[in-house]
């Protein structure tokens, strides 16, 4: 065997060892302990307690310092939030299994320039695992936790379950978590009740909850929820005559 082809399999191997090795150190804890399948059926920072009145009146809530959340199911959300998210945020959501490798090897090449390569599962392990460094070396760590934690995630729970999941988590600016909350903040609704351009606005949010919040930068939020309603077009989930109509629409 040529000493140059020799020198090769041995970095080749090398490197393959020292990736497994790598891994097997995320998934036993040694950078940072990896949640439980029961703590991920019952994640902790979904929930707030809500204290209501003897004739179900809702009196108030108590939460964590991680944000007013409260949990909805899937059958509680309305379609259009959900497509919205899907054609927005992770448009092969029902192809992958945690990890979409073309979107992920896109943003390698691309340096990140037409989009990240997180799917909406490695966007709710992230959420989960509370993760967010600006420490580059650490942040790879932190990426591989993710990858991790999101294929558990699609083992474990159906896509509806994790949709729920990830909309019960995502912010939505002024320490208000979860679809549930925004619907009532912004539109004094139940998740269910939200129209198309109400559900595109609150998804456009969650590129950036206070760049795109509605009262303060109005402007942005509708440019922002346009997008995400051609994103919708795009997909066909709406029609040309709707996304031409819902554009229209002002920011109520």
């Not at 989009?115 to 993760?131: E, F, M, N, Y």
């Not at 934690?149 to 988590?169: D, M, Q, S």
Request: proline share 3%; charged share 25%; hydrophobic share 40%.
């Amino acid at each position: 065997m040529k000493k140059g082809l020799r020198i090769f399999w041995i970095v080749f191997f090398s490197g393959l060892g020292f990736f497994v090795v790598f891994i097997l150190l995320c998934i036993f804890g040694v950078f940072g302990k990896l949640p439980s399948l029961k703590e991920l059926e019952n994640p902790s920072i979904l929930q707030s307690s809500e204290v209501f009145a003897a004739d179900g009146t809702l009196m108030g809530k108590y939460y964590t310092e991680r944000g007013n959340r409260s949990s909805v199911t899937y059958r509680d959300i309305s379609p259009h939030v959900i497509n919205a998210l899907i054609a927005t945020e992770d448009e092969r959501f029902y192809d992958h299994a945690g990890i979409d490798a073309k979107s992920t090897m896109r943003a390698v090449f691309l340096l990140g320039k037409e989009g990240g390569g997180s799917t909406i599962t490695q966007q709710l392990a992230k959420a989960l695992l509370a993760q967010g460094t600006r420490n580059k070396a650490w942040r790879v760590i932190e990426k591989f936790k993710e990858y991790i934690v999101a294929i558990r995630l699609e083992r474990n729970f159906t896509k509806e379950e994790i949709l729920a999941l990830y909309l019960n988590a995502v912010p939505f600016g002024d320490n208000i978590y979860g679809i549930k909350n925004a619907a009532k903040t912004y539109f004094q609704k139940e998740p269910y009740q939200l129209t198309i351009d109400e559900s595109a606005l609150l998804v456009g949010m969650l590129k950036g909850n206070s760049l795109y919040h509605p009262v303060r930068h109005p402007k942005e939020a509708k440019e922002r929820r346009n997008v995400v309603i051609d994103q919708m077009e795009k997909n066909d989930k709406i029609t040309h005559a709707d996304a031409v109509k819902y554009k229209a629409l002002p920011i109520t």
